[in-house]
């Protein structure tokens, strides 16, 4: 089934948290979602190979905040991918690749018959999400080159088929770097060419999963990859909870920065719909927060580096993917338990029109937090300032 973004696709219990929240005011948090939004009509193609497939099929298109005299709008379309495991973790890993293989092969024809330009898959997509301490065997055998790996030379023929770019995070491992491994995003372009990766800069080291004894923090600081449909930055996951980790990117020239991410938990549900968002506003670009769905469960129990047992299953990802804009707008979200793909239009213009409307450009002050931010990671005693 495919949904609009307009107001009559709103659950009623959302706009019920709106009226509670704010009020009956026109200005309420509902109507902030929905200013500059316009339906988006996909193809019966399209609609149909969702419906063929099961895929929750969620379509808007973000306006301008203004017609511009001297620039074309320049929309890019965009798809995002949440998935749940297809198969038990009981199968082999190359059974498992296989099928996770086709189910984004699926996803990619509708988003190619939906006209997306540019699409993402969730976090480490082609395997389940098994990092928890003690268990690196079986698991560590989905690392490949980002370069040439099996999962990418498959994208890649998909690109180029499609011509459309293509968002991947995967495990890397380096063959010529002692067999390291990294948690990595790769980037292929709408003519099938590898264009880069971008390694995960922040890696969390707690009770479950314990990721950093699976892979490395990365090496590649905020890249942002020049394509035919504008400049894109991969934050991936844990990364989002880092301003200045966005912050890099804007300063790279990002006009889209997707984040693909495996979020599960009620804190996590409860901040996932802010931070993206916050994001776009602060930096002055389009945030694309993908997450996973379903539960995964595990042969054998997850444990602490202590030793002690917890439980088997991954707990719940809540999917919810959305798309926030600079402005402050965002898009619906998918579902919290099934497969789906968003697609949005959005205008890359709007990215320098709110920075010229706020004068974000003009009143920027990038050099009162180099030397803070540079003092910091020193020696630095804060400055506190009392009437003592």
Known sequence: MMTHCSRNSWPKNLIEVSRVREGSSQYSL????LINFGDLELSEKCKKLAAKYKVQL????FTNLREEQMRSTRMVRIGLFQQKLPVPLSYPIRKIKIEMYTLATDAIKIAAKGGVNVFCLQQAWNMPYAFCPGEHMPWSDYAERAEDGPTTRILQALAEENKMVIISTILERDENLEDRIWNTAVVIDNHGNY??????????????PNEPTYYCEGNADHPVFQTDYGRIG???????????NWLGYALNGAQIVFNPCA???DQMETLWPIEARNAAIANGYYVCAINRVGT???EHEFETDEGVVLHKDSGSFFGSSYIAAPNGARSAGLSRTKNGLLVCDVDLNMCRQIKDDRGYGAFERPELYSNIIKEATNSYKRQILTKY
């Open 30 to 33: 509902l109507h902030s979602y």
């Open 58 to 61: 969620l379509s808007c298109t």
């Open 195 to 208: 264009l880069g990766k971008h390694r995960r800069n922040h890696i969390p080291k707690i009770e479950i």
């Open 234 to 244: 991969v934050s991936i996951c844990y990364e989002r909870h880092f301003p200045l």
């Open 263 to 265: 979020a599960i938990g």
């Open 296 to 298: 995964e469960i595990y």
